[in-house]
T-cell receptor, first 112, second 112 residues
Framework: GAGVSQSPRYKVAKRGQDVALRCDPI?????LFWYQQALGQGPEFLTY????????KSGLPSDRFFAERPEGSVSTLKIQRTQQEDSAVYLCASSLKAYEQYFGPGTRLTVT | GENVEQHPSTLSVQEGDSAVIKCTYSDSASNYFPWYKQELGKRPQLIIDIRSNVGEKKDQRIAVTLNKTAKHFSLHITETQPEDSAVYFC???????????FGTGTQLKVEL
């Protein structure tokens, strides 16, 4: 079946622009996660949804970052007023069971 | 919070040899330990996982061991092949939540 998909795959933004990154989880997966992966590093947790409820947003680095999953399926990660330090790969993962998380291909964000 | 350390950061083996990657974690409440393989520019791929009530798990050429007392777990790859070359990440999930805390990754290179 189809895996987790993300769009766009690449995004270049000028500093100060807003961006929106989309995640389509595996159908039926209740849990959805966003991670940030800097070059040469492991993914770092940003936020977690169970259905439409955002249960943990402790990893969001600032109030410029906002995530939503209004209907419990597709999720959007929005970054306002992008800064150069926001440049990274943003990974989405979904899970049916409690722990097994399956990742999407990521969106590579470059802020110039 | 949880802290996961991983070593070595790079590992080079000859084809057919075994490879071992080790991780330690800090939170004794952690109860799930997945391993991910990430090829350059690709998504992290779940290759094996272990829960805290099990000491060892094997899947063909891949095995994972867990020592809860010492708070460390290891990935073992036998009969390595060139296609095993990738970055491997260990991770841990704490019982109170579902977020993954990743290690810093091991670049494995299998040489012919």
């Amino acid at each position: 079946g189809a895996g987790v998909s993300q769009s766009p795959r690449y995004k270049v933004a000028k500093r100060g622009q807003d961006v929106a990154l989309r995640c389509d989880p595996i159908s039926g997966h209740v849990s959805l996660f966003w991670y940030q992966q800097a070059l040469g590093q492991g993914p770092e947790f940003l936020t977690y949804f169970q259905n439409e409820a955002q249960l943990d947003k402790s990893g969001l680095p600032s109030d410029r970052f906002f995530a939503e999953r209004p209907e419990g399926s597709v999720s959007t990660l929005k970054i306002q007023r992008t800064q150069q330090e926001d440049s990274a790969v943003y990974l989405c993962a979904s899970s049916l069971k409690a722990y097994e998380q399956y990742f999407g291909p990521g969106t590579r964000l470059t802020v110039t | 919070g949880e802290n996961v350390e991983q070593h070595p950061s790079t590992l080079s083996v000859q084809e057919g040899d075994s490879a071992v990657i080790k991780c330690t974690y800090s939170d004794s409440a952690s109860n799930y330990f997945p391993w991910y393989k990430q090829e350059l520019g690709k998504r992290p791929q779940l290759i094996i996982d272990i829960r805290s009530n099990v000491g060892e798990k094997k899947d063909q050429r891949i095995a994972v061991t867990l020592n809860k007392t010492a708070k460390h777990f290891s990935l073992h790859i036998t009969e390595t092949q060139p296609e095993d070359s990738a970055v491997y990440f260990c991770a841990a999930v704490t019982g109170g939540g579902n977020k993954l805390t990743f290690g810093t990754g091991t670049q494995l290179k299998v040489e012919l």
